[in-house]
């Protein structure tokens, strides 16, 4: 069936460092999105890429978007202990007929510590 | 604004009793879900509704019933608890899809439950 991966699955990592999260589907995607959970939370939308190859930034976070719309990476530049939390991926679940109902399929997340 | 709102936050069960968690939301979106959420495993779906009246099983619906009698609420019950469904359960929202763009998800802030 339809799968989204994501790995690592944790990370950790010192204040300033760099740290990116990869998201693989086994499907082509019209769509991706990326979610943030902090740590007790709840998952926060961030952003959604729909053209292949695309590229976009929010302040330190740069999204990108495979040219085969299969892949999708999360960077983040010099971490602080802000971006703590767990971030996921997100699909749209496509039917039997091939279409999608808006419904999302999540990767199991990357768990970012960072250490002080 | 609220937003999205799960009530209650946190119950305690027993195995074999019944209870139903409420999800209300006033942002008029089509769309509402009912996700678990277990360590390692990332958001689930259990059921979802893309409209009053109509419900639909998502990845994980067994044990589970939904009705959405309103627009607005979407309840999850569980007719018979058992501790394999103990988890944090979240409710999202969202408008449909619009050509290639998928709704962004609006998450309550969870239902803890914990069946003994």
């Known amino acids: 069936g339809q799968q989204v991966m994501q790995i690592p699955q944790y990370q950790h990592v010192q204040e300033g460092e760099d740290f990116t999260t990869y998201c693989n589907s086994s499907?082509?995607?019209?769509?991706i999105q990326w979610y943030k959970q902090r740590p007790g939370g709840h998952p926060v939308f961030l952003i959604q890429l729909v053209k292949s190859g695309e590229v976009k930034k929010q302040k330190r976070l740069t999204f990108q978007f495979g040219e085969a719309k299969k892949n999708s990476s999360l960077h983040i530049t010099a971490t602080q202990t802000t971006d703590v939390g767990t971030y996921f991926c997100a699909g749209p679940f496509y039917m039997n007929y091939g279409g999608s109902q808006g419904n999302l399929i999540f990767g199991k997340g990357t768990k970012l510590s960072v250490k002080p | 604004n609220a937003g999205v709102t799960q009530t209650p936050k946190f119950r305690v069960l027993k195995t074999g009793q019944s209870m139903t968690l409420l999800c209300a939301q006033d942002m008029n979106h089509e769309y509402m879900y009912w996700y678990r959420q277990d360590p390692g495993m990332g958001l689930r779906l259990i059921h979802y509704?893309?409209?009053?009246?109509?419900?639909a099983k998502g990845e994980v619906p067994d044990g589970y019933n939904v009705s959405r009698l309103k627009k607005q609420n979407f309840l999850l019950g569980l007719e018979s608890a058992a501790p394999s469904q103990t988890s944090v359960y979240f409710c999202?929202?969202?408008?449909?899809?619009?050509?290639?763009?998928?709704?962004?998800?609006?998450f309550g802030e969870g239902s803890r439950l914990t069946v003994l």
């Open positions: 499907t082509t995607l019209s769509n």
């Open positions: 509704s893309v409209g009053e009246g109509t419900t």
């Open positions: 999202a929202s969202s408008y449909p899809p619009r050509g290639i763009f998928t709704g962004e998800l609006f």
